[in-house]
């Protein structure tokens, strides 16, 4: 039995995260093997706090994919919100996941740039930062992910779950 992997991705303050969580609200009580796992935590997991180069970034995308391989492997669902935005990345998870699900938060870079709740652009804007995924790393955009969704304030998290679930 193989487990489902929802693949959440975008740039940093596109909503991963706050997307995550709102789904699996939704879907654990009919999905008690479900597991969500968030970029940040995993970072920390890993002891990859401070690793921002993109070969760094990269090395950790694969650590994720990975991590859900042996999840999903046991029939465990998982939902991962990662920045990960990498064509390789993506290419691998489509071809060892049967149940995949890819889906892009994508967001203006002037909202991503308004929100800033980790101050990372404006840290960035202020050369306090270097290695910043979409600034000093081109972001390698999903060219075919499952869900396209556009969170730029119009919806609401609420709103934009409803649309996964009516789509999975």
């Known amino acids: 039995m193989t487990g489902q992997l929802y693949w959440i991705t975008g740039l940093a303050g596109a909503g991963k995260s706050s997307l995550a969580r709102k789904l699996f609200k939704a879907l654990k009580p009919a999905t008690p093997e479900l597991v969500y796992l968030d970029g940040d935590t995993l970072r ?54 049967p149940n995949y699900i890819e889906i892009y938060l994508k967001v203006s870079f002037s909202v991503l740039q308004k929100r800033d709740q980790n101050k990372l652009y404006s840290n960035h804007a202020r050369q306090r930062i270097n290695d910043a995924v979409g600034c000093d790393i081109d972001a390698q955009l999903p060219k075919q992910p499952d869900i396209v969704l556009c969170n730029n304030g119009d919806n609401t998290i609420e709103e934009l779950v409803r649309r996964v679930l009516k789509k999975i």
Request: some cysteine.
């Open 44 to 97: 920390e997991l890993f002891d990859a706090n401070g690793l921002y180069r993109e070969a760094d970034r990269h090395r950790l995308a694969l650590q994720y994919a990975h991590l859900c391989y042996l999840l999903t492997s046991q029939g465990v669902d998982v939902i991962c919100a990662t920045i990960s935005m990498f064509d390789d990345v993506r290419a691998w998870n489509r071809e060892h996941f």
